[in-house]
């Protein structure tokens, strides 16, 4: 299975918003609503923002939002704050259906 | 708090094995699928090898399949991914993921992280 598509850099202002696009095909991004993003800081290990394309798991700031249009998947990142400068993945995954890939990353840039 | 702590990784020669573990608390370990995610340096996420609850079924990504196994031993709340014929190619930071959801998942908890270094 071939690794979705993003931006490899994308970046804003404090307080500007920044859009990372995940693209993919009519038969894994435009079929299922189960697309999660990722955000890893530099040595650290990654952590889950938002999944089923939209839900925030309890405690990511709702400045983080995600949503998807046919075969793109996007993550929105509002308000951008010093701390969001990181690395972002998209993600669609079953793992007992054995079906997964990620996303070819993007760096946030916060200037 | 839900946590899982890695363990194993180091300097191995090619051609030669090494052996992670993953310990989890804070949540019943019994219960999630698990997973193993590896990252090279500089590069982005790779899945690497994917096991049920009860550890019936099993899948690997091609680029370790025959060489890598995946296990767990739910009494001991651990996961295990033991690496044989390793080559310079699998040098990376592999993570133990916890899957959440049914059939499809987000991976909810990540592991710190043990770095495997492939090299003569």
């Known amino acids: 299975q071939s690794a979705l598509t993003q931006p490899p850099s994308a970046s804003g202002s404090p307080g500007q918003s920044v859009t990372i696009s995940c693209t993919g095909t009519?038969?894994?991004?435009?079929?299922?609503?189960?697309v999660s993003w990722y955000q890893q800081h530099p040595g650290k290990a990654p952590k889950l923002m938002i999944y089923?394309?939209?839900k925030r798991p309890s405690g990511v700031p709702d400045r983080f939002s995600g949503s998807k249009s046919g075969n793109t998947a996007s993550l929105t990142v509002s308000g951008l704050q010093a701390e969001d400068e990181a690395d972002y993945y998209c993600?669609?995954?079953?793992?007992?259906?054995?079906?997964?890939?990620f996303g070819t990353g993007t760096k946030v840039t916060v200037l | 708090e839900m946590q899982l702590v890695e363990s194993g990784g180091g300097l191995a020669q090619p051609g030669g094995s090494l052996r992670l573990s993953c310990v989890a608390s804070?949540?019943?370990?019994?219960?999630?699928?698990m997973n193993w995610v590896r990252q090279a340096p500089g590069k982005g996420l790779e899945w690497v090898a994917y096991i049920s609850s009860r550890g019936s079924t099993i899948f690997y990504a091609d680029s370790v399949k025959g060489r890598f196994t995946i296990s767990r031993d739910n009494a001991k709340n651990s996961l295990y991914l033991q690496m044989n014929s390793l080559r310079a190619e699998d040098t990376a930071s592999y993570y133990c993921?916890?899957?959440?959801?049914?059939?499809?998942?987000?991976?909810?908890?990540w592991g710190q992280g043990a770095l495997v270094t492939v090299s003569s």
């Open positions: 993921a916890r899957c959440a959801g049914i059939v499809w998942c987000h991976f909810d908890c």
């Open positions: 089923e394309v939209t």
């Open positions: 804070g949540f019943t370990f019994s219960n999630y699928e």
């Open positions: 009519s038969s894994d991004i435009g079929e299922y609503d189960y």
């Open positions: 993600s669609l995954y079953a793992g007992s259906n054995n079906l997964g890939v």
